[in-house]
């Protein structure tokens, strides 16, 4: 799931602002457009103008990129901010390690008196760009040779009470991987922990994959749902392994279960897709309506109409 989330992608948007709106605009006022969704995992974006000047009144023009960077480590950006029909056109970069704002002077502030940078009474600002996440916050792993090992080790502490069998495991795994069991566990003296509602193949599939090991070839369509709400509950999003043969179905069910962080994964998943690779996603069919309506929203180019 990470390297899909890894590659550069474009980002655009274009922003109209009244020119009774801009002219209104004083001393170190400025003026923010509407925040938009990029294809990467929680990244936003928007534009922010000064008219007048950012720290001091100085007859500078500045604009910003605003970046909130959403469950990426890092997003490194270049992207170039413009101005309709003049050649006020700047061209920057940043790797946004926080989410921040970035940008600098984009001209003089009398130079916008010229009626004719205006369309229609209105100034039209010009994002493009292209933007590449780094590091994807809930999909960590680390040590897992080592955490491997560990599973045949027989000085494990902790049962689990399924349905119809016990199985152990060590505390400091469950701990590792949900805050959940974290707080389950903090005050047990006996360390049993009952999970009626969840079938023992499911239960040992989930311990298996808290020790490292890969369980892709075991999760289908019939017990993907079970999966989801065992991950749901006990909050563990690494689990949430994203595919092409499971992205839909996910999707469907990450509306069901309000999994907002893996909805925005999916959802990135396939707005990230090269078109000769979308064939190879399955079960289109079942898609969920308001999912096909986001990734076609964030598909298009971003008209900002607003000027807060």
């Known amino acids: 799931m990470e390297n899909i989330f890894e590659q550069e992608c474009n980002f655009e948007m274009k922003w109209i602002i009244p020119r009774s709106k801009f002219e209104s605009i004083k001393d170190l006022d400025y003026c923010k457009s509407d925040i938009f969704k990029a294809p990467i995992p929680g990244v936003t974006f928007a534009l ?37 029909n003049t050649t006020f056109s700047k061209i920057f970069h940043r ?18 008196n ?23 916050k ?13 599973a045949d080790k027989c000085d494990m502490d902790v049962t689990l009470h399924t349905r119809d069998q016990e199985i152990k495991v060590h505390k400091y795994i ?8 974290t707080k389950m566990l903090e005050n047990k003296e006996d360390e049993v922990i009952e999970l009626p509602e969840f ?9 298996n994959f808290c020790y490292g090991k890969d369980i892709k070839s075991f999760i289908n369509l019939k017990n993907a749902i079970e999966f989801l709400r065992f991950s749901d509950k006990f909050k563990m999003e690494d689990f949430k392994q994203i595919s092409d043969e499971n992205v839909c179905q996910l999707s469907s069910k990450s509306v069901e279960f309000n999994a907002k962080q893996l909805r925005e994964c999916c959802i990135c998943f396939l707005l990230l897709k090269k078109p000769e690779e979308i064939s190879n996603v399955l079960n289109w069919e079942i898609l969920d309506k308001e999912i096909c309506q986001e990734i076609v929203q964030r598909a298009l180019a971003f008209v ?5």
């Open 95 to 112: 790797n946004f390690e926080y989410s921040h704002l970035w940008g600098g002077i984009l001209g003089c502030r009398k130079e916008f």
């Open 114 to 136: 010229n009626p004719a940078i205006f369309c229609e009474d209105n100034l039209i600002v010009e994002l493009e760009g292209t933007m590449k996440g780094k590091g994807l």
């Open 174 to 181: 469950l701990k590792n991987r949900s805050q959940v069991f």
């Open 48 to 84: 922010r103008l000064y008219p007048n000047g950012e720290e001091t009144v100085n007859d500078k023009t500045y604009v910003y990129l605003s970046l909130y960077k959403g469950m990426m480590e890092s997003v490194d950006c270049n992207f170039k901010v413009s101005i309709k």
């Open 199 to 207: 079938s023992t193949p499911v239960v040992k599939a989930v311990i």
């Open 304 to 308: 900002s109409k607003n000027c807060f």
């Open 138 to 150: 809930i999909d960590k792993r680390k040590h897992v040779t080592i955490i491997q090992a560990l």
